[in-house]
């Protein structure tokens, strides 16, 4: 192998705490990694190989960046795409591949992408303004409930407006967006599935989002999800032929939505490391972070099978705290039998930003359950 110990060097545009943890798979293997992200004060600053300061989100920053590296990656969608399609006319690797990644990066041509390549999705219409979709409703085009998203730029729930009497019309979003039939939902799931050159393609097993109504975030996620196994294995089926379509190595993220009959709809995708798969670092025999990188650098892709069922809790600020983080209740915490933290390394808390992770394993599930309660109690991020 002559990636390994060499002066290969894979570079990686973001450097925050997916950036970190894909720098501390490399790491065991050896492989270099580079970054390049704004300041080298970020989560994967000192964990990678080398870290160069700029900004992924600007053309020339990206293009100089990639000149430099043999394979080239990311760990954030909201990377600018047109110095990855002048660096793949010049011969860098690039994955995911620019075409995929521009269509992703559109909310509105991800939809699009889903419904013309038959991947189950809610209805939808894409519109150029806010103002627009008001006009649509008052002329009766257009019926409540939706939920509307922002075809770019949004992350986390920000850039997402749901959308349900008239009053909630005062939060329609501004710019061009795509407004989507309002699911019933009864779960959130997500799959991972990985992807190399050569078309291996695997699926980590579906985890099951709880999410943080105050904050919209994931707060905590179950793996295996408590569905159905045929669900499981509709759930799985998608997510690979999501990957399939779009044709991509490394990894993709694919959020599912079930519905209370039983379907199962794709509601986004993410083509990098994911959220919703931290958990696979304790408990999958292969992490994806690891199978990311098998995935883009053309290796046989690890085994998802899962070690052990585990809970992931997000750690995030206490609302009422902002400064220098401190966390309270951290020694209680790793005292107990397979609890297992993640400290992004950011130095400033604020209310509800993601500061790290926590993910719990133990033979059972329910036993999982409770000691991420337990870990939730004790664990605090405050300043
Ligand atoms: P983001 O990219 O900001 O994470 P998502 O598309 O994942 O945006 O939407 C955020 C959350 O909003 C979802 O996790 C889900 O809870 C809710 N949501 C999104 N789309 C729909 C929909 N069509 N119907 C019902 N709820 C939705």
Same mark, same amino acid.
């Given at each position: 192998?002559?990636?390994?110990?060499?002066?290969?060097?894979?570079?990686?545009?973001?450097?925050?705490?997916?950036?970190?943890? %894909?720098?501390?798979?490399?790491?065991? @293997? &050896?492989?270099?990694? @580079?970054?390049?992200?704004?300041?080298?004060?970020?989560?994967? $600053?000192?964990?990678?190989?080398?870290?160069?300061?700029?900004?992924?989100?600007?053309?020339?920053?990206?293009?100089?960046? *990639?000149?430099?590296?043999?394979?080239?990656? #990311?760990?954030?969608?909201?990377?600018?795409?047109?110095? %990855?399609?002048?660096?793949?006319?010049?011969?860098?690797?690039?994955?995911?591949?620019?075409?995929?990644?521009?269509?992703?990066?559109? !909310?509105?041509?991800?939809?699009?992408?889903?419904?013309?390549?038959?991947?189950?999705?809610?209805?939808?219409?894409? @519109?150029?303004?806010?103002?627009?979709?008001?006009?649509? +409703?008052?002329?009766?085009?257009?019926?409540?409930?939706?939920?509307?998203?922002?075809?770019?730029? /949004?992350?986390?729930?920000? $850039?997402?407006? +749901? #959308?349900?009497?008239?009053?909630?019309?005062?939060?329609?979003?501004?710019?061009?967006?795509?407004?989507? &039939?309002?699911?019933?939902? &009864?779960?959130?799931?997500?799959? #991972?599935?990985?992807?190399?050159?050569? /078309?291996?393609?695997?699926?980590?097993?579906?985890?099951?989002?709880?999410?943080?109504?105050?904050?919209?975030?994931?707060? @905590?996620?179950?793996?295996?999800?408590?569905?159905?196994?045929?669900?499981?294995?509709?759930?799985?089926?998608?997510?690979?032929?999501?990957?399939?379509?779009?044709?991509?190595?490394?990894?993709?993220?694919?959020?599912?939505?079930?519905?209370?009959?039983?379907?199962?709809?794709?509601?986004?995708?993410?083509?990098?490391?994911?959220?919703?798969?931290?958990?696979?670092?304790?408990?999958?025999?292969?992490?994806?972070?690891?199978?990311?990188?098998?995935?883009?650098?053309?290796?046989?892709? *690890?085994?998802?099978?899962?070690?052990?069922?585990?809970?992931? +809790?997000?750690?995030?600020?206490?609302?009422?705290?902002?400064?220098?983080?401190?966390?309270?209740?951290?020694?209680?915490?790793?005292? #107990?039998?397979?609890?297992?933290?993640?400290?992004?390394?950011?130095?400033?808390?604020?209310?509800?930003? !993601?500061?790290?992770? +926590?993910?719990?394993?133990?033979?059972?599930?329910?036993?999982? !359950?409770?000691?991420?309660?337990?870990?939730?109690?004790?664990? !605090?991020?405050?300043?």
């Amino acid at each position: 192998m002559r990636l390994l110990s060499s002066n290969f060097k894979l570079g990686v545009l973001g450097g925050g705490q997916l950036g970190k943890m %894909l720098a501390q798979a490399a790491s065991r @293997w &050896d492989l270099a990694l @580079w970054i390049l992200d704004e300041s080298r004060d970020f989560p994967a $600053g000192n964990v990678c190989t080398n870290f160069v300061e700029g900004n992924f989100r600007e053309y020339q920053d990206v293009l100089e960046f *990639g000149r430099q590296v043999d394979v080239l990656t #990311i760990e954030i969608e909201s990377v600018n795409s047109e110095a %990855l399609f002048k660096l793949q006319e010049e011969g860098i690797t690039i994955h995911p591949r620019p075409e995929a990644l521009a269509i992703i990066q559109d !909310k509105g041509l991800q939809k699009e992408f889903f419904r013309d390549h038959g991947l189950p999705t809610s209805a939808f219409t894409l @519109w150029g303004s806010g103002e627009a979709i008001r006009q649509a +409703v008052q002329d009766g085009e257009l019926r409540l409930p939706f939920v509307q998203k922002a075809r770019k730029g /949004g992350y986390d729930g920000r $850039g997402v407006a +749901v #959308i349900r009497t008239q009053a909630d019309l005062e939060k329609l979003l501004p710019g061009p967006s795509v407004v989507e &039939d309002l699911v019933d939902i &009864d779960k959130e799931l997500a799959v #991972i599935a990985a992807r190399n050159p050569g /078309g291996q393609v695997e699926s980590f097993p579906a985890v099951e989002m709880v999410f943080n109504p105050e904050a919209n975030l994931v707060e @905590w996620l179950l793996c295996p999800a408590q569905i159905d196994p045929a669900i499981e294995q509709r759930a799985e089926e998608l997510a690979r032929a999501t990957i399939e379509a779009f044709q991509l190595s490394g990894l993709l993220a694919v959020e599912l939505f079930l519905t209370p009959d039983g379907e199962v709809l794709v509601n986004e995708v993410a083509p990098r490391p994911h959220n919703s798969g931290h958990q696979t670092i304790e408990g999958c025999y292969t992490s994806q972070f690891e199978q990311h990188l098998r995935g883009i650098l053309n290796l046989p892709l *690890g085994s998802t099978r899962i070690k052990a069922p585990s809970v992931m +809790v997000n750690l995030l600020g206490e609302p009422g705290y902002e400064g220098p983080v401190e966390y309270a209740g951290f020694e209680d915490c790793i005292a #107990i039998e397979g609890v297992f933290p993640h400290i992004y390394g950011k130095a400033i808390t604020k209310p509800y930003r !993601k500061m790290g992770h +926590v993910t719990v394993i133990d033979p059972d599930l329910e036993g999982a !359950k409770e000691k991420a309660r337990l870990v939730q109690q004790k664990l !605090k991020v405050i300043a």
